[in-house]
């Protein structure tokens, strides 16, 4: 028998999300919403006028699947934060947001 001193157990890490990670979910959603005010904002000169999406055909498709992408993305990104694939969730809340950043930094 040893009657020694005990070893020190190693402790675990925290396996539940972290207040930073929360955040930056929470701030990906907001940006995210603001992307889909803007969109929704601008849809008049994309489409030629508040009428509905009576615009040119590719235009109309090229603005819902971005909307839509817009919705989705977080949406998901909640569901996998709900499962545990952190990572996943925040990229994608923010691939959104990026996408539409590095798209106004290649046009100007």
Same mark, same amino acid.
Do not use: D
């Given at each position: ?31 995210? &919403? ?54 996943? &969730? ?15 930094? &290649?046009?100007?």
């Amino acid at each position: 028998m040893n009657q020694g001193a005990p070893e020190a157990q190693p402790q675990a890490l925290p396996s539940g999300p972290s207040l930073a990670g929360k955040l930056f979910l929470t701030l990906g959603l907001l940006v995210n &919403a603001g992307l889909a005010a803007l969109l929704i904002g601008i849809s008049g000169f994309v489409f030629g006028g508040p009428e509905g999406a009576r615009g040119e055909f590719y235009a109309v498709l090229e603005w819902s699947i971005t909307l839509g992408i817009c919705v989705v993305g977080p949406v998901l990104g909640l569901f996998l934060w709900r499962r545990g694939l952190r990572g996943l &969730a925040l990229a994608m809340t923010w691939l959104p947001p990026l996408a539409f950043f590095i798209g106004v930094v &290649a046009v100007f």
